[in-house]
């Protein structure tokens, strides 16, 4: 019985050492060292600071113009930040403070200001692509280009010719603020247009041209059979007159009223405004009315770009 004591005795003494005391962390993180501006031109300024070893994240407060009406503008983990988008002939004020995982909040840094004046001019867009389409007569040409780095652009000026010269560089032919531009004005298929683009700041800095890209518009491929709201017994063939340039065509037939795909098929060819040919096997519902239409690509290029409209045909006994 005394054994049995004494072993009882022992467990629970061990157990009261694993117990295991929870302290609250009370501490407040300390002010971040070294705030400051490393950059001011061009509407941005860029804030660094020395991170603490004990903070999970930083405040950033930005006041416009005088460094008494301060609002919060970021919270981030990193140790810089870069402010964008700013107003020229304005002073931004920034001060900052850290804030740990239980959300106690060091007391704030110095505040450190500066004025974005307007320096560099900006960078040259990069036109990411160019896409001429022909949809059942239609004509468009579909610009769309990447502005690297600089975020104080006004806007982009467009210029077009059907010279990879370009004559006429003096005179801008449109202005957008977006980095796309649908352009539908005063086209011709089969015509080359040649465009270039400039990015302009708000301090109407300008950036050199782009490198002349090119877009020619396909005329429409012409369906001969079936003809449009054609009632034919059997679907043996499909006949169109090609492009008068050489093409790659995708011809599709849809179910009329579902718009399910019941048949695709492709066909390369050098063949100018000729009538081609293609031989059917296709086991169709007698009664039921189907639409297909032509798809017609450059060579070269995934992009459609010349469409036709839907011909509908039925099939009977």
Known sequence: MKIYNLLLMLLFLSCREKEITFYEDNSVPQ??????????FDGQ???????NNSTDRYLIYR????SLNFSLIKTTSDKFYLDTKLEYELTYFYKLKAINKDYKESGFTKIVFAK?????????PIIESVIPKNTNGELSINLKWTQLFDTDISYYEIFRDTSDFFYNMDEVYKKTNSTFFEDKTNLKVLQNFYYRIKAVDKGGLKSQATLAVTAKILDLPKQVYPSNNGI??????????????????KITIFEYNTDILVFETSLNTNKIKEEVSLPMNLNLNIGKKYKWRIIAFLPNSNEPNSITDFYN???IQ
Request: proline residues 10%.
């Open 116 to 124: 974005p004046e307007n320096i560099y001019t900006p960078t040259r």
């Open 31 to 40: 002010i971040p060292m070294g705030f400051k501006v490393y950059g001011a």
């Open 45 to 51: 300024i860029g804030l660094e600071w020395i991170p």
């Open 232 to 249: 034919i017994n059997k679907l043996n063939e499909i006949k169109f007159i090609t492009c008068s340039l050489p093409a790659v065509y």
């Open 313 to 315: 045909f039925t099939l």
């Open 63 to 66: 006041s416009v113009s005088d």
